[in-house]
């Protein structure tokens, strides 16, 4: 019947004028004007992610990966990519890239600021700076954290050189491949330009101006220039390597580790959790504030059993080779004794 045809050539004019718009969206060219054409388009723009990253919560993707270095977590909204920490260059493209992609899911239109915040200077966490800071709009670490990561430059280079080898290990995707050689043939004309963070923290408490973000340095703890990132709105944190869970922690001397420092600071971290509160490690699975818990009760045990055996004359290899019952089950073995020697060294000074 002709009302029927009517009908019929309506729908099918709707449907080729919104796949027209589809298109036209695709390009730049018309804004998109309804919330089934954005989820259509969003669907036909994400490519699926390049890294296996765990969703904590909307917007919120962590990279927990322990045989890549330390945990990457990303914010992405329609104003902005958060990302703390880069892992190393063989990696730090394809986080790059899936921050943008996760960002086009939640975001329609315009392209968001990059944000980079590193916890601190260890190269598990900022050897793929270079790969991200010169795309970045805002970049952030402790002040302390700038020479040390200056420092570094040549084995931030020499990791970048091997990208391609150390991409074989994790993944024979030949984007991920791409990425890494891109990073490679990038390495030898990085300077301290690219892997230095713009801004410099000196305080307490720092907010960044126009997000929920507030950077915690609480002293020497891990380091002397760890940050913990808060998300006000979200009750989430990234600590950083001031909590390792179901690990040993790393101790690393030159880069002023204080077993009594990591306490201090850990307790303050924990009293602004509560029991909601989304917690991401430096390493291990994120949880919620207990993890904070057993990191303090690892410090807690570890500082009373090597004053122990300092108090009854054991000498420090001796100490060094023990495993107290807290310890058992832990991962990250390799470095169980690096951490007692260095307790035992701060005690005994
Ligand atoms: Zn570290």
Redesign the pocket.
Same mark, same amino acid.
């Given at each position: 019947m002709p009302i029927q045809n009517d009908q019929s050539t309506s729908l099918q004019s709707i449907t080729r004028r919104d796949s027209l718009k589809i298109i036209a969206a695709t390009t730049g060219t018309l804004a998109l004007t309804s919330p089934a054409l954005a989820s259509i388009l969003r669907s036909a723009t994400s490519a699926d992610p390049l890294i296996t990253w765990s969703e904590l919560k909307p917007s919120f993707h962590a990279f927990v990966d322990l045989n890549t270095g @330390?945990n990457v977590l990303l914010r992405t909204s329609k104003d902005a990519i958060i990302m703390i920490d880069t892992k190393y260059p063989h990696l730090a493209g394809a986080i790059k890239a899936d921050a943008e992609n996760f960002t086009r899911a939640d975001s329609k239109n315009g392209s968001p600021k990059l944000i980079l915040i590193n916890t !601190?200077h !260890?190269g /598990? &966490?900022t050897a793929g700076n270079p790969l991200i800071i010169p795309h970045a709009d805002e970049s952030y670490a402790h002040k302390n954290a700038i020479p040390r990561i200056q420092s570094q430059l040549d084995t931030t280079k020499q990791s970048g050189k091997n990208a391609v080898d150390r991409i074989k290990g994790f993944s024979d995707s030949k984007a991920l491949k791409d990425l890494a050689q891109q990073a490679a043939d990038a390495s030898d004309a990085w300077t301290n330009k690219e892997v230095t963070p713009a801004t410099a923290i000196d305080a307490k408490a720092t907010d960044i101006e126009g997000t929920d973000i507030t950077l915690h340095h609480f002293g020497p703890g &891990?380091?002397d220039n760890d940050l913990v990132v808060e998300f006000k709105d979200d009750n989430v944190f990234h600590t950083g /390597?001031l909590v390792f869970s179901g690990l040993h922690p790393?101790f /690393?001397p030159t880069a002023g580790v204080s077993a009594m420092g990591w306490l201090v600071a850990l307790g303050t971290l924990y009293q602004l959790c509560d029991k909601d509160t989304i917690v991401v490690p @430096?390493h291990g699975e994120p949880g919620d504030r207990t993890i904070i818990q057993n990191q303090i009760d690892y410090l807690t045990q570890i500082l009373i059993e090597v004053q122990n055996q300092i108090d009854a004359g054991t000498p420090k290899e001796d100490t060094a080779s023990m495993e107290w019952d807290f310890m058992k089950g832990l991962g990250f073995e390799s470095i169980r004794e690096r951490a007692i020697n260095a307790v035992y060294d701060e005690l005994a000074s």
């Open positions: @330390g !601190h !260890h /598990d &966490h &891990h380091t /390597d790393y /690393d @430096g």
